[in-house]
């Protein structure tokens, strides 16, 4: 067995980014290991990439009860001081010699609807058909967050839903919620990955970009989505 070692132990989105290069390791006969924060081993429940195997870090690679070194080592985190690049995340691609452009057909999760319902309905309060606006400010893996100072003073003229960190729900449990919401404004996050595979209702859909002053050098080109990037 051929062992593809992924370094990205964090960056929820980069994760979901990276799936068809992962995908592309375990097509060539590769078991892929990929060690992640132990607060993030959800992924293997929710990502649906067959013969990637989420770890916690430090993990010894092991067959046959013997510890080996993998055959393939890819520094996913680091690839952007590996490789000339303008976008840090295409710098993955580059460096791993795969085109990224169609990377969201590698990215597919499996959807947990009584806990969406849950959050929904018990944590959020939100009634069916409700009109409500999403509001995401963070950038950043919990706990390790920064918020977006001009979107503190974002007003709207219906319900507002603001992002919460729970520790009983993940990222993908928010799908009902984006899914369903009448406006989006949000800062561009994990979140973006997540919403170009739903079919969403919203009429606004305002993202902000993280840098100040505004930049789309890594996002600008990999959703599909009408959005309103917004250079603030």
């Known amino acids: 067995m051929k062992i593809c070692y992924i370094n990205q132990q964090i960056g929820i989105g980069d994760v979901f980014f990276g799936q068809k290069i992962a995908q592309h390791y375990v097509e060539q006969g590769y078991k892929v290991i990929w060690p992640v924060r132990e607060d993030l081993l959800w992924y293997n429940d929710y990502l649906d990439s067959p013969g990637v195997h ?46 990224w452009k169609d990377w969201a057909d590698y990215f597919k999760f499996k959807r947990n609807k009584e ?43 219906i319900k507002r839903v603001d992002i919460q960190f729970l520790d009983d729900y993940n990222v993908l449990d928010w799908c009902r919620v984006l899914e369903d919401a009448t406006e989006i404004h949000m800062v561009d996050t994990c979140f973006n990955y997540i919403y170009d595979k739903l079919n969403p209702k919203a009429k606004v859909k305002n993202l902000y970009s993280r840098f100040t002053p505004g930049s789309w050098h890594d996002v600008g080109k990999l959703f599909k989505l009408d959005w309103n990037y917004l250079d603030v």
């Not at 393939?72 to 710098?91: H, K």
């Not at 944590?123 to 918020?147: M, Q, R, S």
Request: a negative charge.
């Open 115 to 157: 806990k969406e319902d849950r959050l929904y309905y018990d944590v959020l309060g939100l009634k069916d058909d409700e009109e409500y606006a999403f509001i995401n400010p963070y950038v950043g893996t919990p706990p390790n967050t920064i918020i977006k100072e001009a979107m503190s003073n974002i007003e709207v003229n």
């Open 54 to 99: 989420f770890v916690g870090p430090g993990t010894k690679i092991h067959v046959n009860d013997k510890e080996v070194q993998p055959d393939v080592y890819l520094d996913l985190q680091n690839a952007d001081q590996r490789v000339q690049c303008t976008s840090v995340l295409e710098a993955k691609y580059d460096y791993a010699g795969i085109d």
